[in-house]
């Protein structure tokens, strides 16, 4: 079944390379200019990626993430922002938002053709079968369900990934690169910062159970999950980076 992507930009000239090289590619593609059209496209159906602007007329392309993330049937829409923002903060507060992936304009259209393919590989199931469970935790990769005892956790999909690998190696130091390559399974395509995002976004979905305190900082190294329990566990972040 061919992915359909929807291309949210005012820029016509960016639209009409966009859709000409995704869909050589093979993609279906929709595309509007402002995010209201946008909602109202996604009512009757969700795309299967978003590639969104940041500076669209009315909303922001970031509040109108706000409000995908906020809505069930979005909640798990791969997004990827393609902006001519290049600014460390900005790519952070994109991150941090909820988006999966930021590009700046002037971009490769080779390379935004291999960040969304990257993207919608995410889809495939996960390549541990086996559930686990430590310090409390326990993920089924089959069922995609995670709970705290007896209460269940609000897991993005990358976030249940993510988890899911570190729970399945305790104790060892993982570097950004090898989470990326891991976890996303195209590091080429990612930036480092992906990571830092969605180790925030998962200590904060673990927050309420207490177990944020699992997910360890390792300064100049990476992240690991501290597993057990007659060990020394720092606080939400650990040791700084």
């Not at 080779?110 to 430590?134: G, S």
């Amino acid at each position: 079944m061919t992915a359909h992507v929807l291309l949210v930009d005012p820029d016509v000239a960016c639209q009409e390379l966009l859709v000409f090289n995704l869909g050589m590619a093979g993609y279906g593609v929709s595309r509007v200019r402002d995010g209201e059209s946008a909602l109202l496209l996604m009512e009757a159906a969700v795309p299967d990626l978003l590639l969104l602007d940041w500076s669209l007329p009315g909303q922001s392309g970031i509040a109108l993430i706000r409000r995908l993330r906020a809505q069930w049937r979005t909640r798990e829409l791969p997004i990827i922002m393609l902006t001519a923002r290049a600014a460390e903060p900005d790519k952070i507060l994109a991150l941090e938002t909820g988006a999966d992936d930021y590009i700046t304009k002037p971009f490769s259209p080779r390379e935004t053709l291999a960040r969304v393919h990257a993207l919608l590989r995410r889809r495939q199931p996960l390549a541990a079968p086996d559930a686990v469970q430590l310090a409390g935790l326990r993920l089924d990769p089959a069922t995609l369900q995670a709970t705290a005892g007896a209460r269940p956790l609000a897991l993005g999909r990358v976030e249940f990934r993510l988890l899911n690998f570190l729970m399945h190696h305790p104790e060892r130091v993982h570097s950004r690169a090898q989470l990326l390559d891991q976890v996303w399974g195209n590091a080429a395509c990612l930036d480092e910062r992906t990571v830092d995002a969605h180790v925030g976004r998962l200590r904060s979905a673990l927050q309420p159970s207490g177990h944020q305190r699992h997910i360890e900082t390792v300064r100049g190294s990476g992240y690991r999950f501290v597993a057990w329990q007659g060990r020394r566990v720092g606080g939400a972040h650990g040791m700084a980076a």
